[in-house]
């Protein structure tokens, strides 16, 4: 799974793995080694929630997924879910984006079975 942040998004790619992960286990979860700590990162799907919500507790973001939503994204061709959620009481907004990780357009063919190709290449011809 790979996390990518701005200052108005957090965008998780999750390949073929990670989403087998969330629809049997219900999360998925990963982190990166940094001086002076971990960075955790994932997504857990919620049967107590009814649109997609993501929390910050210490060390660790987590993306908050409804059960039906999972279900539906993680059996299907779709290829992300999009959704945003209101930060502290000005008004502000963090986009949050899980999508389907698809091939490198410069060739990284490492974790290529990993991938859906397939699905990248229906998207192509759309």
């Known amino acids: 799974m790979k996390l990518r942040l701005d200052e108005h998004s957090a965008r998780l790619r999750l390949n073929k793995s990670d ?3 969330l629809e049997i286990q219900g999360f998925v979860k990963t982190g990166i080694v940094l001086p002076g700590g971990c960075l955790e990162y ?3 799907t ?5 649109k997609v919500e993501c929390i910050l507790s210490g060390s660790a973001f987590l993306v908050l997924l409804p059960a039906a939503q999972s279900e539906r994204w993680t059996k299907s061709d779709d290829v992300g879910i999009y959704a945003s959620t209101p930060v502290g009481n000005e008004g502000k907004e963090v986009q949050i984006i899980l999508e389907k990780d ?9 974790e290529a079975p990993n991938r859906f ?10």
């Open 42 to 44: 994932g997504i857990e």
């Open 117 to 126: 190709d397939d699905l990248a290449n229906q998207q192509k011809m759309q």
């Open 46 to 50: 919620r049967s107590d929630i009814e």
């Open 102 to 110: 698809f091939p490198c357009k410069h060739g990284d063919s490492g």
């Open 19 to 21: 989403i087998k992960a």
